[in-house]
């Protein structure tokens, strides 16, 4: 009896020591890690930059330096591999974490070799997103010019590839960089292109969004009487399930 309380008690303390040990890691980098060495063995080279694109955005909040380690071993692989389509993912990814990361010159040289890419490709369904990103990424260096000649450039795209939801979301960005130069009478009619184009595709968030920053050029007029009147219309017309665009409604009425 006396050697089974002995074995027990080592075998809990070496559990106890394990579980230590084990809780010490950061449990996102030990499934990542799991993850990379149980599947990549089993994987082609195109698979593996696949993996890492999607690691890489699974925990650049939290590791951002590992992962941009996996966006470089991405973009390394789709070199070697000549795949110019991984090329501009992961280029557009890299794009993505500068941008997080408010270095935005940095961010512009990853959108732009990445909206080449897939312009070499002839494939609008990628470019259209990369000149969305450089336009809005030219709006916050408050480059309008630029901004508006990207967007309407992927607006015009996607415009001819049918792609009703896109178009939708490029017209509203239109309209808000008239709006942010002053130019509310441009940004009321790119507002109500979107509005139309949305209706087609039947996005009805879309839809309240463009109307949110419709409603937003009355605040920017001082017309506080017709704001309050058009939100809290929105209000009780909108879709209380979008928790987002309630509490930014219920926001611009409280500062009303």
Known sequence: PDMQKISLTVVLLLNLVSFTLFAQRPPLDRCVRD?????????????????????AEMIQDEMPQKSFSYLASAFKIAVAEKDNQLKARARMQMGNYFGTMRKFIQAQEHYLAAMNYYRYQHDPTGEAPALFSIGILNRN?????????????????????????????????????????????????????????????????????????????????????????????????????????????LTRIGHI
């Not at 993850?35 to 690691?55: F, G, K, T, W």
């Not at 008239?178 to 139309?196: K, P, V």
């Not at 595709?201 to 937003?216: M, P």
């Open 141 to 249: 260096l408050r480059n309008t010019p630029a901004a508006l000649s990207y967007l309407q450039r992927g607006a015009a795209l996607v415009h001819k590839s049918g792609d009703l939801l896109t178009e939708g979301a490029l017209l509203e960005q239109i309209g808000m960089t008239f709006q942010a130069d002053g130019d509310h009478e441009a940004a009321y009619s790119y507002y109500n292109q979107a509005l139309d184009v949305l209706r087609k595709a039947g996005d009805r968030k879309g839809i309240l969004c463009v109307q949110n920053s419709i409603g937003s050029l009355y605040l920017d007029e001082n017309k506080d009487d017709e704001a309050l009147a058009f939100f809290s219309n929105l209000l009780l017309e909108g879709d209380t399930t979008y928790k987002d665009f309630t509490s930014v409604v």
């Open 35 to 55: 993850s990379l060495l149980r599947v990549m063995p089993h994987q082609s080279q195109v698979q593996m930059a696949d993996i890492y694109l999607e690691l």
